[in-house]
């Protein structure tokens, strides 16, 4: 995942705990990057009236254009670092999973405590230090993957549960029927937080 993606994943974390103002060196020390590549960052923002520039600082004006802005450029496939097919059911696979963040529909179901629509693929977070229990656990298959492993950054593993703007820019990227059905829930939770 891009820098930048961590600087959109933070400010979009902030305001569920409706903090509307940042400053760039907060977010560079918090997303370990430079003040010039949050700047970089913003640019977009500053162009398309979602971001308030200050001289100290900004304010979210509209979150939604931040939200499907990283939506529309990110790109799950490359934060792939194993997948598998498991004859499992998912629930029997999400039990066996070693320390992890689920997103996708998984993710969904934790934190909200149902799922819109039944699902097929379990989509988790692992950290490099814990990819060998997921290989032993679930050894390579031929078929199509049903357990879709991807890398945890290192912003990420500050969490304890998945951001909901993760939870949506990735599931934005899934191609799914389900997936919409997932979508279509999630941006109403996130209307009611990102006013």
Known sequence: MLKK???YREILHQLESKNNFFTQKDLAAVCSTSIG?????LKPFVHMNAIDKKHLGFRVID???ILFYWASFRRLEKDIVYQTFVDMSVREIEKMMPPCLFTAYSGYKFRFHSAPADYSEVFAYISDETLDKVLEKFPKSRKKPNLIILTMDDHLKRFKKIPLAQLFVDLWNINTWYAKEFLNELEGVLNGILE
Request: no cysteine.
């Open 63 to 65: 979150p939604r254009k």
């Open 5 to 7: 993606e961590w600087i």
């Open 37 to 41: 590549n949050v700047n970089k960052a």
